[in-house]
Nanobody, 124 residues
Framework: QVQLVESGGGLVQSGASLTLSCTAP????????VAWFRQPQGKEREFVAG????????DYADSVKGRFTASRENAKNTAYLQMISLMSEDTALYVC?????????????????WGRGTQVTVSA
């Protein structure tokens, strides 16, 4: 079964930076669009950012624009989410997802493969 694996989460102070990674050893990664979603405790999962199969197109939620950057290295089967100027509101479980094809969708239903997530906690 295809599995995505996230890493890089942790506990940081407000204003700090983190870079999350998402690897997919069993996928031909270059055929997949990758998105990042997050789920704060007790709240709905929400779209954060996405990167097209080539890395040429990205999309971001308004709440993270200018602070988060989605990227990928297909040769390493890895996608990244660079996060700067973290705020307490960014505290959540961050999950990566992948879908075959070029459509960079903000909708969870569009994605076929999911990781289990990595926790990001930002203290005020």
């Amino acid at each position: 079964q295809v599995q995505l694996v996230e890493s890089g989460g942790g506990l940081v102070q407000s204003g700090a930076s983190l870079t999350l990674s998402c690897t997919a050893p069993s996928l031909t990664f270059s055929e997949f669009t990758v998105a990042w979603f997050r789920q704060p405790q007790g709240k709905e999962r929400e779209f954060v950012a996405g990167v097209s199969w080539s890395g040429g197109a990205t999309d971001y939620a308004d709440s993270v624009k200018g602070r988060f950057t989605a990227s990928r290295e297909n040769a390493k089967n890895t996608a990244y989410l660079q996060m700067i100027s973290l705020m307490s509101e960014d505290t959540a479980l961050y999950v990566c997802a992948a879908r075959r094809g070029t459509w960079l969708s903000p909708y969870q239903s569009a994605y076929d493969y999911w990781g289990r997530g990595t926790q990001v906690t930002v203290s005020a």
